[in-house]
């Protein structure tokens, strides 16, 4: 049996190992030591503050929560 295919990918927290700006906000810096949310796309690593990584985070559940809503619809037809 095939294994279940992950949909989000490339996201991990990490401790920046020195600082680092949002790549949402350059105003947020993200300090040494500090964990931030890092993502990777098409080779490029992107670092998020916790306050933007909780925006993209619930942004995220609610993209997966409108697929699940539009998957039982499609399961009643």
Not at 4 to 14: D, G, S
Not at 41 to 49: G, H, P
Not at 59 to 66: G, R
Request: proline fraction near 0%; hydrophobic fraction near 40%; charged fraction near 35%.
């Amino acid at each position: 049996m095939a294994s279940v295919r992950k949909v989000v990918k490339n996201c991990a927290w990490e401790f920046a190992k020195r600082q680092r700006r949002c790549a949402r906000d350059k105003s947020h810096i993200i300090a040494a030591g500090e964990k931030c949310l890092v993502v990777k796309e098409n080779m490029v690593k992107k670092n998020y503050c916790l306050q933007c990584a909780k925006l993209i985070i619930s942004c995220a559940k609610k993209d997966i929560e409108e697929l699940s809503v539009q998957l039982r619809e499609i399961n009643k037809e």
